[in-house]
C-alpha cells in the first residue's frame, strides 16, 4: 500500500472543504497521513469527524502574525521542517502538498513523488508586493518539482499555464474538480410555505460576500430573509433584523438548519479568487434540492440548468422576483440526480488514484 503525506493549511476542524475530502477519499486504498496547520482562534471551528481513521498530525507555527510578510516566512520555515521532519520518519511514497508555502526549503533529498493540488489563485489573495513575489517564487519551484499538478478548475488551468509558462510541463497539468459529499438526500422539492421567503447561505464568509446586495434588496423587498451559516473571516456582518447569522455547524447538521429555506445564495463580488473558483457550495445547493440564485461567471456556466443567475443588481432583483414567483423548483429529480452521480467526491477520489498510478 502506498504511503501518501498529504499537507493542508486549513485546520481540520474548519468548515470541510476540498482538502478534507480528498484525503479522507485517498484513505481507503493509501495509507494517508495528514498534517494540518493548527488555528489559534478556534472561533468558527467544527468537530468534523474523521470518516476513515486518517492520522493526523498538527502543525504548530506562530500564532497572530499573519500581517507581517516577513513573520509569516518564518511560519513557513516552521511549517516545511514539520513536514521535512514527518517525511523522513513517515517515508512516504507520494508528498502531496496543497499550497506553495509548504514548499519553503522543501527536502532536496526526497526521492519520491510530489502532487501539487492547486485550488486557488493563491497570488491574488495577497495585497503586500514582497509576499506575493515570495509565494510566486515558491509556486515556480513547486511546479517544477511536481510530478503531477492538479487544478480544481479550467480557469485555474489557464491562469498557471500563463503565469509559469517557463517552467510548467502542460501533460503533467490535470483538472479535476470539487464535488460535493455523501450520498443523495431524499428531501422534497418543497416551495414557499411561510411568510418569509428565505435565502440560505452555507460557507465561509469573507470579503468576497457582497453584503451590498444583500442590503439594497432588503430595503426593495419586504417579505425577503436571509440566513446565513458557516465562519467568518475578515469581514463584519451587517445588523439587520432579517439577516440572520446562525454561525458555524457541523458538516452533517446543514440540512437540518436549511430545509425550510426557499433557495440557496452564492452573493460574491467578482475578482480573480472567485472567478477561478469551482465551488463546492454549488454542488451541496443542488444536493439540497433546492432553488439556487447566483452571481454569474464563466467558471460556472454548467451550472446554468440548475441556478437562476445574475451579474448586476437590476438582474438579481429580477431574478427575487422570479424566485417568489416560482411554483416549483427549476430542476427536474432526474436532471439532480444524473449531475450528482457524476460529481461526488468518490468520482473525484477515482480520478486522482487513477492518475497516482499512472506516476511513474
Known amino acids: 500500500m502506498k504511503k501518501i503525506l498529504y499537507v493542508m493549511n486549513v485546520e481540520w476542524n474548519w468548515i470541510k472543504q476540498r482538502p478534507h ?14 498534517l494540518y496547520r493548527y488555528w489559534y482562534n478556534r472561533k468558527g471551528l467544527t468537530l468534523n469527524r474523521n470518516e476513515n481513521s486518517v492520522k493526523l498530525s498538527r502543525i504548530y507555527s506562530i500564532p497572530f502574525i499573519t500581517r507581517f510578510a516577513k513573520l509569516k516566512a518564518v511560519n513557513d520555515w516552521i511549517v516545511s521542517r514539520k513536514i521535512k521532519k514527518v517525511a523522513r520518519k513517515f517515508d512516504p511514497d507520494i508528498v502531496y502538498l496543497t499550497h506553495p508555502n509548504q514548499f519553503e526549503r522543501f527536502d532536496n533529498n526526497y526521492k519520491g513523488k510530489v502532487i501539487y493540488d492547486c485550488m486557488d489563485y493563491h497570488t491574488a489573495f495577497i495585497t503586500e508586493n514582497s509576499e506575493q513575489q515570495r509565494i510566486k517564487e515558491l509556486e515556480t519551484k513547486l511546479i517544477a518539482r511536481a510530478d503531477l499538478i492538479l487544478v480544481s478548475s479550467e480557469k485555474l488551468r489557464s491562469n498557471l499555464l ?9 501533460s503533467k497539468l490535470k483538472v479535476v474538480r470539487n464535488g460535493y459529499n455523501g450520498e443523495i ?5 418543497e416551495k414557499r410555505k411561510g411568510p418569509k421567503y428565505i435565502f440560505a447561505y452555507v460557507g465561509t464568509i469573507s470579503h468576497w460576500f457582497d453584503f451590498d446586495i444583500l442590503l439594497k434588496s432588503l430595503n426593495e423587498f419586504e417579505d425577503i430573509e436571509y440566513r446565513l451559516i458557516g465562519p467568518v473571516s475578515g469581514v463584519t456582518i451587517p445588523e439587520n433584523d432579517r439577516i440572520k447569522y446562525l454561525g458555524s455547524v457541523d458538516h452533517q447538521d446543514i440540512y437540518s438548519n436549511i430545509k425550510d429555506a426557499d433557495a440557496l ?8 479568487i472567485v472567478e477561478a ?17 447566483t452571481v454569474r461567471y464563466k467558471e460556472i456556466e454548467r451550472f446554468s440548468k440548475f441556478t437562476y443567475s445574475y451579474d448586476s443588481y437590476d438582474e438579481y432583483k429580477k431574478q427575487l422576483k422570479l424566485l417568489l414567483q416560482a411554483t416549483d423548483i427549476k430542476y427536474d429529480q432526474d436532471s439532480r440526480e444524473q449531475f450528482l452521480n457524476a460529481n461526488n467526491w468518490e468520482n473525484r477520489d477515482s480520478t486522482i ?8
Open 21 to 34: 475530502f480528498i484525503a479522507e477519499g485517498l484513505s481507503k486504498n493509501y495509507h494517508v497521513e495528514v
Open 162 to 170: 500563463k503565469d509559469f509558462q517557463e517552467v510548467i510541463d502542460d
Open 185 to 189: 438526500l431524499e428531501v422534497p422539492a
Open 265 to 272: 445564495i452564492m452573493p460574491f463580488t467578482l475578482n480573480d
Open 277 to 293: 473558483v469551482d465551488p463546492v457550495k454549488l454542488y451541496e445547493y443542488i444536493n439540497f434540492n433546492k432553488d439556487i440564485l
Open 353 to 360: 488514484e487513477k492518475l497516482i498510478e499512472e506516476l511513474r
